[in-house]
């Protein structure tokens, strides 16, 4: 029996005038965005933005356009907005358009580590504390606005996801090198997700990212709104459009046993359009194999990290020796070697940070043979599913 709803809306893209009707058909579907956010409310909206900077048409963050359809809704509930992500470098703001829309609507624009992270106790399978950025623990409400994308690491990154960004950069880091394993690492996710949980979540499904995703895969048109109050429903439902099976991906799978919201898709009611009619075929999925992983015995999963998991190569003659890998990179396997970064594999453990942060595509995730194969029988299986 369906215990959560899920609004699932056409939009024809960022330039459309429609894309503000589209996001109110959604939110009306839910039960209007007054059931979420009460008049005069703080409210934190909580969109992604990957770092180094990028523009929006690569489709690495939630498009400034999509965030200026639910401000303006949002503005005629309350005027005290703030929209905003952690990011290290000043030129992400200027880059996304974000400094802009947000100047032209007078709404706050914040920097996370501007204003400081607080230790909080969590209830988590990995964590008992973290720091979680305080603007988002001060306000009435945080809405969600993710990208929907792949993730070389976690297989897929959406509205769970997104709160990873609620953490200091640096502790991001070290969490990564303390917990390499895909399965493990989203246990930490949805422990952090546990302690920022959104009152909305309105999915960016316009164009997503398919391929080497977060920061390397290609935009791909999907042309949806996806909206709910259960952040884990939306990512449920947006992984049954794009092909997966959302109790195969970790951090559904994780804040579904946990009781954090509903990953199950029998149990989710969509609403809006017809499943069947808004599939997106086809869909490339990152080089990393976490789903072959969550499918082996435990026994076998050493054997797997190391033969099914992609690792970065540098693509020599891409790279500009710009340092951005080495910096992200929490273990030292990244360094730069004669002007180009140069990977030590013993101690790379995959956790793919480097491929996020490189802007040039000079970091390529390759997979051997055996992993390939895997991953080619799964999508032979999906096809036949379908
Ligand atoms: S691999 Fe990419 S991030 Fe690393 S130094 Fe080269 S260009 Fe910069
Ligand atoms: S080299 Fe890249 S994938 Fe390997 S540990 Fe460093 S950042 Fe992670």
Not at 165 to 182: E, I, K, M, S
Not at 222 to 245: C, F, H, N, P, Y
Request: glycine share 8%.
């Amino acid at each position: 029996m369906a215990n959560t709803r899920v609004a699932v809306v056409r939009a024809e893209g960022y330039r459309s005038s429609g894309l503000r009707d589209a996001v109110g058909r959604a939110l009306d579907m839910i039960g209007g965005l007054e059931r979420f956010v009460s008049r005069g409310a703080e409210v934190f909206v909580k969109v992604n933005l990957l770092p180094p900077p990028s523009p929006p048409e690569r489709a690495i963050i939630t498009h400034p356009a999509f965030t200026e359809a639910v401000l303006s809704l949002l503005r005629e509930i309350t005027p005290h907005i703030t929209v905003g992500d952690d990011v290290h470098d000043p030129r992400s703001f200027e880059v996304s358009g974000y400094r802009e829309t947000c100047a032209r609507l007078g709404v706050e624009l914040l920097n996370l580590r501007e204003k400081g992270f607080t230790e909080v106790e969590v209830d988590g399978a990995v964590l008992d504390k973290v720091y979680i950025a305080r603007a988002l623990l001060e306000v009435d409400v945080i809405v969600n606005l993710p990208k929907l994308k792949t993730h070389s690491l976690t297989l897929f990154t959406g509205a769970v996801k997104n709160f990873y960004g609620v953490v200091p950069a640096g502790l991001r880091t070290r969490f990564h090198g303390d917990h390499p394993r895909p399965a493990e690492f989203c246990q930490l996710l949805v422990d952090i997700f546990s302690v920022a949980r959104p009152a909305l979540t309105i999915m960016d499904a316009v164009v997503g990212m398919e391929g080497a995703g977060p920061a390397n895969g290609a935009p791909r048109e999907i042309g949806l709104i996806v909206a709910g109050e259960d952040a884990v429903a939306v990512d449920a439902v947006a992984q049954s459009i794009v092909g997966l099976e959302p109790l195969r991906v970790w951090t559904t799978r994780h804040a579904h046993d946990r009781g954090l919201g509903t990953g199950d898709p029998a149990e989710i009611e969509v609403v809006g359009e017809e499943m069947a009619s808004v599939r997106v075929e086809n869909f490339r999925l990152p080089p990393a194999a976490g789903e072959a992983l969550g499918r082996l015995p435990r026994i076998l999963t050493r054997w797997a990290t190391r033969h099914l998991q992609a690792r970065p190569v540098v693509v020599l003659e891409r790279c500009v020796g710009c340092g951005a890998c080495v910096r992200a990179c929490p273990t030292g396997a990244a360094a730069i070697d004669g002007g180009r970064a140069r990977i030590d594999r013993r101690s790379c453990i995959r956790c793919m940070c480097c491929h996020e942060a490189c802007r040039y595509g000079a970091i390529e995730l390759r997979t051997d043979s055996v992993a390939r194969l895997i991953r080619s029988l799964e999508a032979a299986l999906q096809r036949r599913k379908r």
